[in-house]
């Protein structure tokens, strides 16, 4: 009897563990863009997530159970390839992992700027030239777990793929030659690109930066609709051998442990992540430094 007890406690105590790595709802991986700062910024974003993040909270308020994980990698522009390099081996990883402890719950892969190359690169291999040559995460992992992939503003864009969004008619800087993997993804990954970014479409404008920085203020809703609508396919299909229940009643978690509803700023009437994203691009700007 003891020893049944013993067994049935630690067994308890194993499903806790497990589930408090596991999100009930959708987990979401998100890499920030370039000098995007690595502390949360709280009811914005959690750490390490800048504008992706942003994106992962307003989808965290709408599927509840869901975390969100910032990729831990530097961002920096000086070393560009040394850091998009490491952000890709890094997000990869915790792919991986998150699969092999919670291998029936769903992901979300989400990258701005510099981390869109990073999640280009999870799904579709490295660019390979002076970049990473990578592999990718496994088809068996992306086709079983991976339900949407959102990126914006991403370096290695290619005009007219299937899977593109937003007005961009050019490819961005850094482009991604061979786009054979990808293109096998475009049900579940979408790319934003406006026509005119500096990055994306290899824009030469005076409002090329602008431009590369506005995509918040212009998609958010399109991109959380985007994820919601794939979060609901995939729970509503039947045939998931999950534990994924797409209607969760528990309240929203997320790893940063910030309220996801960004609060009113009381001084200028804009919410925090309003001013937030207004006024830091504005500093880096005038440091010609946002990527
Ligand atoms: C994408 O398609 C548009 C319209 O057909 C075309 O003008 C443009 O040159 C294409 N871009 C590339 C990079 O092929
Ligand atoms: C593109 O990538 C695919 C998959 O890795 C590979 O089979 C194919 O040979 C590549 N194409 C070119 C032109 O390199
Ligand atoms: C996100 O979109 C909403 C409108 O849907 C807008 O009010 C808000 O300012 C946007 N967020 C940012 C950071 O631009
Ligand atoms: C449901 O089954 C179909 C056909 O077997 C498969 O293509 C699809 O990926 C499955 N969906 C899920 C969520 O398992
Ligand atoms: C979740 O439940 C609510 C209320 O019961 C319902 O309106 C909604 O459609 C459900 N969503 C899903 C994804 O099942």
């Not at 831990?72 to 490491?86: C, I, Q, R």
Request: hydrophobic fraction near 35%; aromatic fraction near 8%.
């Amino acid at each position: 009897m003891r020893g049944f007890l013993a067994a049935v406690s630690l067994l308890a105590t194993a499903t806790a563990a497990k589930s408090s790595i596991c999100a009930d709802g959708l987990y979401m991986i998100a890499a920030r863009g370039s000098l995007e700062p690595a502390q949360a910024k709280p009811g914005v974003f959690p750490a390490y997530s800048g504008s992706a993040g942003y994106v992962a909270e307003l989808i965290a308020d709408k599927i509840a159970g869901s975390k969100i994980a910032g990729v831990k990698y530097p961002a920096t522009m000086t070393n560009y390839v040394k850091s998009e390099g490491d952000g890709a081996a890094t997000m990869l990883q915790m792919a991986k992992e998150y699969h092999a402890s919670c291998p029936t719950s769903k992901m979300t892969l989400i990258g701005y700027s510099q981390g869109a190359q990073i999640v280009s690169d999870v799904l579709c291999g490295g660019v390979g030239g002076s970049f990473n040559h990578d592999a990718p995460l496994s088809p068996e992992i992306v086709k079983e777990n991976v339900i949407a992939a959102v990126l914006f503003g991403d370096p290695t864009h290619i005009a007219n793929t299937s899977y593109d969004r937003g007005t961009s008619m050019h490819d961005g800087i850094f482009t991604r030659s061979n786009t054979t993997v990808c293109q096998q993804y475009d049900n579940i990954m979408a790319s934003w690109c406006d026509k005119g970014d500096k990055y994306c479409d290899s824009g030469k404008g005076q409002d090329a930066l602008m431009i590369h920085e506005s995509y918040l203020g212009i998609y958010n809703s399109t991109m959380v609709d985007y994820v919601v609508g794939k979060w609901q396919k995939s729970t509503t299909t039947g045939n998931s051998t999950g534990s994924s229940t797409g209607n969760s009643t528990g309240s929203p978690t997320s790893s940063s442990g910030s309220t996801p509803t960004p609060s009113t700023d009381m001084a200028s009437g804009l919410s925090s992540a309003q001013s937030f994203f207004l006024i830091w691009p504005m500093l880096l700007l005038s440091c010609g430094l946002l990527f």
